[in-house]
């Protein structure tokens, strides 16, 4: 029931929003912040929602770039559990296992031996959401929404030869890794209900991405906002059973094809 709410909460309060999220930073409460767009500094360059453009710099930050000594530490763990790349692992099982009629026991008993490294990557990935936005917030959504479409350029990640917040890769299977993840985490029960009720936003990003195929170092036009409402009706109600039938398809959605 709880997770059927959440769904409802995060259709409910974000379809309308997503002409974009608030704007607002770390250094005032998050419950304020996002009352206020004044708190971050100005990036001379930046084009795009301010706050998210902030939020997918940390988490791009504390997770990949320069990770957190929890978060290698996490990933570490994960190596010596699963073998050499375990990010990697879990999705080939994942893509393997999904099909079969013992799923989702089978995958389940597979990440069982990674559930406290994905209970840390979970505590952290949450904590840069949290940061920013509200659990369900339509902000967030809104965040997810220009993530999948490229519309957040952000100059400070020219050293890395991708400006634009996006899943990278032409294509990509980061969508597909970050659902496998995720489905993990649920199956495992790592912040079970947030990562059922994030877990649509995903696929939702990766429809829209799929349509848009932004250039990772360039200003990205917006999708037609009919469409990318459409596509969030389309893809917000989804529960993760139904997203694990759609990420089959490989590398876009059926109906991106």
């Given at each position: 029931m709880a997770e059927k709410l959440d769904r409802r909460r995060l259709l409910g309060t974000s379809v309308g929003a997503l002409a974009g999220a608030g704007i607002a930073g770390l250094s005032v409460p998050a419950a304020v912040a996002q009352e206020r767009g004044t708190e971050l500094p100005p990036v001379p360059g930046m084009f795009g929602d301010r706050l998210a453009n902030e939020m997918w710099y940390v988490f791009d930050d504390v997770t990949l770039f320069h990770r957190l000594p929890e978060v290698h530490e996490a990933l570490v763990a994960m190596q010596t559990a699963l073998g050499d790349g375990p990010v990697t692992k879990i999705l080939n099982n994942w893509t393997e296992m999904n099909r079969t009629p013992e799923y989702p026991g089978n995958f389940t008993d597979y990440v069982a031996p990674v559930r406290e490294p994905l209970r840390t990557l979970s505590r952290v990935q949450l904590g840069v959401f949290d940061t920013y936005y509200r659990p369900h917030s339509p902000g967030l959504v809104a965040a997810f929404a220009d993530f999948g479409q490229g519309l957040l350029y952000d100059p400070r990640r020219a050293e890395y030869e991708s400006e634009v917040h996006m899943m990278n890769g032409s294509p990509t299977a980061g969508y597909h890794i970050w659902h496998a993840i995720l489905r993990a985490m649920i199956f495992l029960g790592v912040d079970r209900d947030r990562w059922?009720?994030?877990?649509?936003?995903?696929?939702?990003?990766?429809?829209?991405?799929?349509?848009?195929?932004?250039?990772?170092?360039?200003?990205?036009?917006?999708?037609?906002?009919?469409?990318?409402?459409?596509?969030?009706?389309?893809?917000?109600?989804?529960?993760?059973?139904?997203?694990?039938?759609?990420?089959?398809?490989?590398?876009?959605?059926?109906?991106?094809?």
């Open positions: 059922t009720a994030i877990d649509p936003l995903v696929g939702f990003a990766w429809a829209l991405q799929s349509v848009a195929r932004p250039h990772p170092r360039q200003v990205n036009p917006p999708l037609p906002r009919v469409n990318v409402r459409k596509m969030a009706a389309t893809w917000l109600p989804r529960t993760p059973t139904q997203l694990d039938v759609a990420f089959r398809a490989y590398p876009y959605p059926e109906s991106a094809h």
